[in-house]
Each structure stands twice: as C-alpha cells, then as structure tokens.
C-alpha cells in the first residue's frame, strides 16, 4: 500500500497506472487467483449464480420498466383466460401507443411484435378464428383491451350497460 494520499496519485495521471501496479499489484493479483479457485472451485456454479442473482434481478426489472410492450400493455391492455384480441388491433393499438409515447413512429414488424409478445408472455395463444364476423383472422388469446370500470366514475354511465338497457325497453314496448 502506497502512503502518498490519493489527490497526488491522479495527478500523475500518466503513470497512474503504473504506480497502482508497483504498489498494489501483488494484492490484485491475489484477489485474481483468488477468485478464479472459488470459480473453479464452484463446479455447480451455485457462488457465482448466487452472486450475480441480484444483478440479473435488478437488470430484469429495469428492463420491463423501460420496455414499449411492457408499458403498453399496462396502459391500454389486460391479461386473462377470458380476454382476447385482433392481432392486427393489438398491432395497430401498440403502434399507436408507440407514437403517442415517443412521438416517433413504431419500426417494429408484425412478427417482431408477435414475437416479443410471445417472450413476454409464454401463456398468450396465437390462432385464427373459426366462427364469427372475422373467421380465419389472427386473433391473441390471452390478452384484450382494458375494460371500462364505470363502478367509481360518478355520474358517468358505461355506454354498453346504458344500450342493454334501451333495447330490454324497446322488447318490452313491442310485447304490449
């Protein structure tokens, strides 16, 4: 260990370099040894998965946090058995979102999106209809459009509760 502080070994910039080698080098070389015995050492590879657990934990969150797909899908869309959706109104649903978002337009393919949905999650099925307005259509089984909750809006009245209703009045007008 050196005993000149710390503020006059940058300074030598040049030889910084050099100096930590002729003062540390041993140690460093030490360490190196070192911890190639415990990764030889480590035949399941149980110490090093344990050490780096928490950095492939962190790296995974910052990049759900920062993925489009991720953040589209909390936005606009929602998961379950009885959920699913038009891949082309996924597609276009998710381009949108991309360019409302970062006010660029979306590059991504209809593969890569069908793709990078299927990463992220193994559970959604992609088939084409059999039945329907749109038979023989790609559809994504799996994921759907987020529902409206109209239970905590106030005076405000889902649309499709208020039709359901108008057309029970109007069967009932026509069985008098």
């Not at 080698?21 to 140690?27: L, P, Q, R, S």
């Not at 040894?33 to 110490?47: P, Q, R, T």
Request: proline share 2%.
């Amino acid at each position: 260990m050196t005993s000149k502080p710390l503020d006059q070994l940058i300074k030598v910039e040049g030889k910084f370099a050099e100096l930590v080698v002729a003062t540390e080098g041993a140690a460093i070389l030490t360490w190196a040894v070192e911890g190639a015995m415990l990764d030889y050492a480590d035949a399941g590879g149980l110490i090093f998965s344990t050490l780096k657990q928490t950095m492939v934990e962190a790296a995974k969150a910052y990049t759900k946090e920062n993925s489009l797909y991720w953040q589209w899908i909390e936005a606009r869309m929602r998961t379950g058995d009885d959920a699913d959706v038009d891949f082309v109104e996924a597609f276009d649903s998710f381009r949108d979102y991309v360019n409302v978002s970062t006010k660029e337009r979306c590059r991504d393919r209809r593969r890569d999106f069908k793709a990078a949905l299927k990463a992220m999650l193994p559970q959604l099925v992609f088939a084409n209809r059999t039945s329907g307005p749109h038979k023989n259509r790609l559809f994504i089984k799996g994921l759907g459009f987020t529902k409206f909750d109209a239970t905590d809006a106030g005076n405000v009245v889902d649309i499709t509760e208020a039709l359901k209703i108008k057309t029970d009045m109007a069967n009932v007008e026509e069985k008098k």
